[in-house]
Antibody, heavy 118, light 112 residues
């Protein structure tokens, strides 16, 4: 069974940094591109970015690329999202997703909640 | 960026009736390979989104045949025939043609 489990969320102060992790199981992690998607409290879905299966290439939403960094460790089957200089508008649930071969997000984690507040 | 615009449903929808959710893209999602890179997802209450339809009209594995997708290059419809209680949730369309990937704002389905 494909599983994606995010961790690392919580309450963080404005301007701080936070790193989310996503551990994958049930499939060969190193065969797939992976994405991060966030959902705001108002339920808006926003794609953050993705990373190639070997970690050699990333794409980002233009509005986030200066503050967010996606990486992966295929030996640990783990995807990461490094968030820096966080703002209140970064408050959201962050989902790790697998990008299937037919250009879809065919598996989603349960989400990690991040609240940015002083 | 490609903007995805979703329509609303006249909620609640009576159980057993059909429901159609619309989605419009600001640019054609038809690729030169003939495929249209439009996906549909359902987020049930309290759950993560799940894939329903890809390439505009292909059902994902395990998805009921009550769900069907159709459309052109910029106008799309997700039809749910004979809605059931388990169909309740928010439906999102998403384009996977080009970066940045973008989603519609979601369409909520309630059942009567």
């Amino acid at each position: 069974e494909v599983q994606l489990v995010e961790s690392g969320g919580g309450l963080v102060q404005p301007g701080a940094s936070l790193k989310l992790s996503c551990v994958a199981s049930g499939f060969t992690f190193s065969d797939y591109w992976m994405s991060w998607v966030r959902q705001t409290p108002g339920k808006t879905m926003e794609w953050i970015g993705d990373i190639k299966y070997d970690g050699s290439y990333t794409n980002y939403a233009p509005s986030l690329k200066n503050r967010f960094t996606i990486s992966r460790d295929n030996a640990k089957s783990t995807l990461y999202l490094q968030m820096s200089n966080v703002r209140s508008e970064d408050t959201a649930t962050y989902y790790c997703t697998r990008e299937g071969y037919v250009y879809v997000m065919d598996a989603w984690g349960q989400g990690a909640s991040v609240t940015v507040s002083s | 960026d490609i903007v995805m615009t979703q329509g609303a449903l006249p909620n609640p929808v009576p159980s057993g009736e059909s429901a159609s959710i619309t989605c419009q893209s600001s640019k054609s999602l038809l690729h030169s390979n003939g495929k249209t890179y439009l996906n549909w997802y359902l987020q049930r209450p309290g759950q993560s989104p799940q894939l329903l339809i890809y390439w505009m009209s292909t059902r994902a594995s395990g998805v009921s045949d009550r769900f069907s997708g159709s459309g052109s290059g910029t106008d799309f419809t997700l039809k749910i025939s004979s809605v059931e209680a388990e169909d309740v949730g928010v439906y999102y369309c998403q384009q996977f043609l080009e970066y940045p990937l973008t989603f519609g704002s979601g369409t909520k389905l309630e059942i009567k």
